[in-house]
């Protein structure tokens, strides 16, 4: 897992339309909040996913744009964005490839099964690259206005 104070790696993923997209394509003026998230219309992540829906302006207003990443395919996620009218970016991740980078593809367990897969994690990144604060194994319930706090806090507003 990346930690703060570090730079983040370099990306280039295919969006929900499969444009390539990086960093640099992604970030608003201010930064870029990325947040890894298993699986496309999962409760826990279609909760996530509509909590940064809905305050998307007040990280906007910040000059920070929000990306989420999973192994889900674009199609996939075209449905996920439509359905939930979600009006940020998601890159899919199919070979975890930046999920690797990212450090959040590791060893789960679940009901006595283990296997590999996303632990739900944020990052709150500036628009040098230099990350700012790591969420590990987030648990969504207030986990978006504790980012949207934090980051209005770290930005000094």
């Known amino acids: 897992m990346l930690e ?21 394509s992604l970030k608003g003026e201010r930064g870029l909040i990325i947040y890894f998230y298993p699986k496309d219309n999962t409760p826990g992540c279609t909760t996530e996913a ?20 999973s192994k889900d395919s674009a199609r996939t996620h075209t449905n996920f964005i439509s359905k939930h009218e979600l009006p940020f970016t998601l890159l899919s991740d199919p070979e975890a490839t930046m999920c690797e980078a990212f450090g959040v593809w590791q060893e789960k367990k ?21 990350l700012l604060k790591v969420y590990p194994k987030v648990r969504v319930k207030a986990h978006v206005e504790t980012v949207l706090a934090d980051t209005r806090a770290l930005l000094g507003e």
């Open 50 to 69: 509509k909590e940064f829906r809905d305050e998307i302006t007040g990280f906007r207003e910040l000059g920070i744009e929000i990306v989420g990443i």
């Open 110 to 130: 679940n009901y006595g099964k283990v296997y590999m897969g996303i632990v739900r994690t944020t990052y709150l990144v500036d628009a040098d690259g230099t």
């Open 4 to 24: 703060a104070d570090t730079t983040i790696p370099h990306f280039s993923q295919p969006d929900q339309n499969g444009e390539m997209q990086s960093f640099e």
